[in-house]
């Protein structure tokens, strides 16, 4: 970038500089000054508020890092009002493809009346098995594995003591699987920890720290009703489907059959792919997920800032029935009153179409 300054703290001489004079250190003559890793001083974010106030011309810094910067214990300056925050995710299949995103605004609308390729059930689980990482997109499955194996390492190894003070790190690498193996559940903490022999206290900080190197993601419950069953766990999702599978060490061939992994695997896939696309879409869409004591469940719900709900159920097979229908037609019927409502089952088939009362089968594809 023309104007612009790197100054990236992976280096140990710059670190030192930052962690020793951090005045100086955000003095920049350059139009931009970007700071990479600067989770590892956060030191700086005071000073860099202090020129921004006296400043206010947009566009002086860029902060870039694998944590969460505003989520550390350490960090007490937040920049509020001073600062834009945006979420780098895997890359999303639209992304790849280089497709401009418009499901959601589509999806809304109950309009499926557009063009997508048609994919099947394998090709959708060959995507899933990739992920998003750019470095792993055209990769053969051995070669993946290890990335994604080294990627954790170096996450565990070296950013992990920038954010949190962890003790038992083998018990943290254990986790990390153990998370893997619970994307697309509900959150059970004492399940969670059972086979790791941590105190709940230890375990929830553990779990993040996760969070905060943007490992795992939580999927909160839709709760705006008076209704007295509703749940109230949140789903864990590991933030790449592709990520998970490597950890769990899974193959094609063991999943294709396993109609439980299947149904893991896609569903992690789905949640990356609307993570991204609310991302996207800014502060008009937020992503929840719906659970009652009496079995009613619904994969995500996205709600947008109108309050208008897109229910979205996600399923690996090829064919829709109404039976799929069910508990997006009960939670219309019975939770939202007045408020817009649209519901989908997402199907490995190939064609789009109407189940009434604006319910529709749409296959996979039409997500990118």
Known sequence: MKGAELRTLDDPTLLTLAQSDPKSFVSHQSSLLMIDEIQRAPALLPVIKQVVDQNRRPGQFLLTGSA??????????????????????????????????????????????????????DQIMEIAFRGGFPETIHMEPRARRKWH???????????????????RKEAMADLVKVMASWSSKYMDISAIGAKLSLQRQTLETYINALETLYLVERVPPWTKTDYQRVGKHAK????????????????????????DRIGKLFETFVFAELSTLIDIGGEDYQLYQYRDRTKHEIDFLIERSDGALLGVEV???TVVQENDFKHLRWFKDNLIGDRPFVGIVLYAGEFSGSMGNNMFAVPYGALW
Not at 237 to 258: E, K
């Open 236 to 259: 864990g999702f590991m933030s790449d489907s592709g990520l998970m599978t490597s950890l769990l060490g899974w193959n094609a061939d063991q999943v294709r059959l396993d109609s």
């Open 315 to 317: 399923k690996a097979s």
């Open 149 to 167: 194996k080294d990627y954790i390492d170096a996450l565990l190894e070296r950013d992990l003591k920038d954010i949190a003070k962890i003790r």
């Open 68 to 121: 969460n910067i505003q989520s550390l214990p350490t960090v007490q300056e937040s920049l509020a009002g001073r600062v834009t925050k945006i979420r780098l995710r895997p890359l999303s299949q639209g992304e790849i493809k280089k497709n401009t995103p418009k499901f959601l605004k589509k999806a809304f609308a109950g309009d499926f009346n557009y063009s997508w390729e048609v994919y099947n059930r």
